[in-house]
């Protein structure tokens, strides 16, 4: 079965082009075939944009797919924003995405923080559930090495996916997590590292 975070190069290019209106702004993006929820923009993504409070500061869309979460993040709030995914091809449509839609962003090629070395102010993830726990895991553990202090990782999950063990998780790694939203088996954590003093 072919799944989204691995690169498949012999896969036939399809392209759609999908719409999103949010916060009274209008966002277009490219899709390929190959990427997490190419056929229609994913609800748990827009949940975590909607839930989030103001943003400042530098933020990293972790696994960024085509790149949905910085680029509205990047047109909504004055923040500095990077994407990183470990598929090259989302990579691509994602600095395709930022163009299209007139933000600047910051590419990385990275599997989880293997090529990131800057810390930022803000992290969002919509975890690779499919790449399983140890995956996940390993991104919430390496997010909290790079967040600055006083400044939060944003996931969202879903139940059935395990949005109970992610608390769990971040609660064991964070100073303080607040349930941000939590409606129709959906979920949104704010994990925050506490400020230096």
């Known amino acids: 079965m072919n799944h989204y975070f691995l690169e498949n190069p012999d896969l036939e290019t399809l392209e759609r082009n999908l719409a999103l209106e949010i916060f009274h702004t209008k966002f277009r993006f490219i899709t390929h075939n190959g990427l997490f929820s190419c056929t229609e923009i994913d609800d748990a993504s827009v949940t975590l944009i909607k839930s989030l409070p103001p943003l400042t500061g530098t933020l990293l869309d972790l696994g960024c797919g085509y790149g949905v979460l910085g680029i509205v993040l990047a047109k909504t709030y004055p923040i500095e924003v990077t994407m990183a995914d470990i598929n090259r091809t ?12 007139q933000v600047h962003a910051t590419t990385i090629h990275s599997d989880s923080f293997a090529n990131i070395s800057g810390t930022f102010d803000n992290i969002v993830l919509n975890p690779p ?5 140890e995956v996940m895991y390993r991104m919430y553990e390496e997010s909290a090495q790079h967040i600055n202090p006083g400044g939060a990782l944003y996931v969202v999950i879903l139940k059935k996916h395990g949005a109970e063990s992610t608390l769990k998780k971040l609660n064991a790694l964070f100073s303080h997590v607040n349930i941000l939203y939590k409606k129709k088996g959906c979920y949104v954590f704010q994990a925050n590292k506490k400020a230096a003093h």
């Open 90 to 101: 989302a990579l691509t449509y994602a600095g395709k995405n930022a163009k299209l839609n």
């Open 129 to 133: 559930i499919h790449a399983g726990k």
